[in-house]
């Protein structure tokens, strides 16, 4: 690599930051059914949560607040 690498790097980590940012990416990923977001999480999911917060509490032996 020339010394020029490290700053075609940088260039580079830029502009794709600045490309996955900009709106019309956001826009065109929430098209995608990936990327939607869910109005409510998922009873499976939830329970799942609970699940883990009850073994984070049983883990620390102490009280966890929502």
């Known amino acids: 690599m ?3 690498g490290g ?24 098209t995608l059914p990936a ?3 869910e109005k409510e999480v998922p ?3 939830r329970d799942l949560l609970d699940r883990l917060d009850g073994a984070e509490v049983d ?3 102490g009280q966890r607040h929502h």
């Open 59 to 61: 883990k620390a032996g």
């Open 43 to 45: 009873k499976r999911f």
């Open 7 to 30: 700053k075609r790097r940088v260039k580079l980590a830029n502009d794709i930051r600045r490309q996955v940012g900009s709106e019309a990416t956001k826009r065109f990923l929430r």
């Open 35 to 37: 990327f939607r977001l």
């Open 2 to 4: 020339n010394g020029n």
